[in-house]
């Protein structure tokens, strides 16, 4: 069963501090996204990677770091965490021409 | 500005009506897909169509799609409370298409 899961559901930080959001797929998907999701603003692409030791630039990436160790999971850092990045973040797969595309459950940031 | 932008922002409908989301885009696409995002959960795909199709059903969802004027709509038939959701469109952008956008989504209520 495609699966996409994201660790921690949950995660209070505070303003300066690291945050790292990890992802985890056994789908064997080349292709892996963050987004972010704040009202009025629908989904909004962060990072994104076509294969394990690629990271690219979305639309928003200041302030974030990606990291594609392996084909499996994609890690999303923010070095220095700012409440403006209180959000829900959501990790996704897809396969090489995106045919075929599963969402994490979501992760829930509330910077204080 | 968003390359991808469903309209209206959101409707209400009573169950067993049918209803229509649209979506217009601004670039040229290979394929275009919609997902549904119910409260709490991460976006499920429900269907891809691609530049060469009109029209792609699943079940009572009835995607179509005109590339000559960049639009798309997704009909829901015989509707259900539980069709209540965000739904959005998306395209994949950039010159492999591994880049996936959103548009900011409708939210559809389906009342009984």
Redesign the interface.
């Known amino acids: 069963e495609a699966a996409v899961t994201q660790s921690p559901r949950n995660k209070v930080a505070v303003t300066g501090g690291k945050v790292t959001l990890s992802c985890n797929q056994t789908n064997n998907h080349n292709n892996m996204y963050w987004y972010r999701q704040d009202t009025g603003h629908g989904l909004r692409l962060i990072h994104y990677s076509y294969g394990a030791g690629s990271t690219e630039k979305g639309d928003i990436p200041d302030g974030y770091k990606a990291s594609r160790p392996s084909q499996e999971n994609f890690s999303l850092i923010l070095e220095l965490a700012t409440p403006s990045q209180t959000s829900v973040y959501f990790c996704a797969s897809g396969d090489v021409a995106n045919t075929e595309v599963f969402f994490g459950k979501g992760t829930r940031l509330t910077v204080v | 500005s968003q390359l991808a932008e469903e309209n209206p922002w959101a409707l209400s409908v009573h169950e067993g009506e049918s209803v229509t989301v649209n979506c217009s885009y601004k670039t040229s696409i290979?394929?275009l897909?919609w997902y549904r995002q119910k409260s709490g959960?991460?976006?499920?795909?429900l269907i891809?169509i691609r530049s060469n199709e009109r029209e792609k059903r699943n079940g009572r969802l009835r995607a179509t799609l005109d590339t000559s004027s960049q639009s798309s709509s997704l009909s829901i038939t015989a509707t259900r409370c539980e069709d209540t959701a965000v739904y959005?469109c998306a395209t994949?952008y950039g010159g492999?298409?591994?880049?996936?956008?959103?548009?900011?989504?409708t939210l559809l209520s389906v009342k009984p």
């Not at chain 2, 959960?41 to 795909?45: D, K, R």
């Not at chain 2, 298409?97 to 959103?102: A, Q, S």
């Open positions: 290979t394929a897909q959960e991460g976006p499920a795909q891809l959005f994949p492999s298409g591994n880049k996936l956008i959103f548009g900011t989504g």
